[in-house]
């Protein structure tokens, strides 16, 4: 199996603080996607960043990518309760972006206390 | 409202018998993905389809068929042969470009006894 490695499986936080989540994948990739999932829903794309670029924002999430490492962070500044849910990242193989197959990690799953 | 559909949300089953997933999408997509996630694990993909009448196979189709007879539909049979049906099962298109997210339906979970 060509699927991610994130760590950690489930990480618990007080509201307020913020939450680091890390991906590792295996082959080289054209982009990378983070997806958010709420229990017994389907999966939100949150943001995408591509090989060629270190490092995303939108709102208050902060993406980065290290291809050296084959690596990416996502960091959620200022949690929320609202925030608590599974995260996904996603990736797709170089060679193969015009089908748009996405190998996903097995995700991290976050509760934000209030 | 632009989105997916896909029904219905929860289905039962015995096993040995042949069980369709709906999934329905007015988004104009090009692309539809059936992923299949089981408890506490990321999505495994079975089958996607880039235009209508063309569909191929994913990490896992052994035991499911698929059929693109019109672009916003995407049904998903299960059949007997699979051999752990019971799983949560979700749908997702695209639109044809390159690098766009993947758009997700609100899934349906199977449980065959």
């Known amino acids: ?114 | 409202d632009g989105g997916i559909t896909q029904s219905p949300k929860y289905l039962f089953r015995k096993e040995g018998q042949n069980v369709t997933l709906s999934c329905e999408q007015n988004l104009n997509h090009d692309a539809m993905y059936w992923y299949r996630q089981d408890p506490g694990q990321g999505l495994r993909l079975i089958y996607y389809s880039q235009i209508v009448n063309d569909f191929q196979k994913g990490d896992i189709a052994e035991g499911y068929s698929v059929s693109r007879e019109k672009k916003e539909s995407f049904p998903l049979t299960v059949t007997s042969a699979q051999k752990n049906p019971t799983a949560f099962y979700l749908c997702a298109s695209r639109p044809g470009q390159n690098n766009s997210p993947l758009h997700f339906g609100n899934g349906t979970r199977l449980t065959v006894t």
Request: net charge positive.
């Open chain 1, 1 to 114: 199996s060509q699927q991610g490695e994130e760590d950690p499986q489930a990480l618990s936080i007080q509201e307020g603080e913020n939450a680091t989540m890390n991906c590792s994948y295996k082959t080289s990739i054209n982009n990378l996607q983070w997806y958010r999932q709420n229990s017994g829903r389907g999966l939100v794309h949150l943001i995408l960043i591509r090989s060629n670029e270190r490092e995303k924002h939108s709102g208050r999430l902060r993406v980065t990518l290290d291809t050296s490492k084959k690596s990416s962070s996502l960091l959620i500044t200022a949690s929320r309760a609202a925030d608590t849910a599974s995260y996904f990242c996603a990736t797709d193989a170089r060679g193969s972006s015009n089908t748009g197959k996405l190998i996903f990690g097995q995700g991290t799953t976050l509760q934000v206390k209030p």
